[in-house]
């Protein structure tokens, strides 16, 4: 990730005589993947609105498992369940909803091929969190139906997540050791 550093003018003074803001940029393109997004990290929190420890809102994506028991989703494809942990701050603005579960999901093959549609209902594991309240914690899981041949799952965020990330996306790996 790529950090920028701009200095503000002072009232009366000129630029670079102010104090310092740190603002997170967009990742340098070696950091990007061929499709143009970040690669994801189970286990690592996305943040966004923090005053110091404190945020708004966290997301966290505590696990990806193929096929987990009693798990079902309409389709012809795997199951692959992404479980997450979303946390709220005091500060959460209004109208937020489960990022993971109102995001645009895909999955690529190994030639790069994108399948955009591998959501559906399901049976058994999925669960979402309608409008999220301030000062809460979610665990929650959001079941995808993925063709077996394709070997990673792309998080788009659409409305409630598109502040968590300074990327387009995030790319996740359906190797086994997640």
Request: charged share 10%; hydrophobic share 35%; with cysteine.
């Amino acid at each position: 990730m790529t950090t920028v550093t701009v200095t503000a003018p002072v009232a009366g003074g000129t630029a670079g005589t102010g104090s310092g803001a740190t603002v997170e940029a967009m990742p340098a393109a070696e950091d990007l993947t061929p499709r143009g997004n970040a690669v994801g990290t189970v286990g690592e929190p996305l943040t966004s609105g923090c005053v110091g420890q404190v945020c708004d809102l966290t997301v966290t994506v505590t696990g990806i498992e193929v096929n987990p028991a009693n798990c079902d989703v309409y389709g012809d494809g795997q199951v692959v369940a992404v479980r997450h942990t979303i946390v709220t701050g005091p500060n959460l603005p209004a109208q937020v909803w489960d990022p993971m579960g109102t995001s645009s999901w895909m999955a690529v093959d190994e030639q790069g091929t994108v399948n955009s549609k591998i959501t559906g209902g399901w049976v058994g594991c999925g669960d979402s969190a309608d409008e999220l309240m301030p000062n809460s914690t979610y665990h929650l899981t959001t079941p995808l139906n993925v063709p077996a041949t394709h070997t990673t799952l792309i998080w788009r965020p659409i409305n409630s997540g598109k502040d968590l990330i300074a990327a387009r996306g995030l790319e996740f790996s359906l190797s086994p050791s997640q």
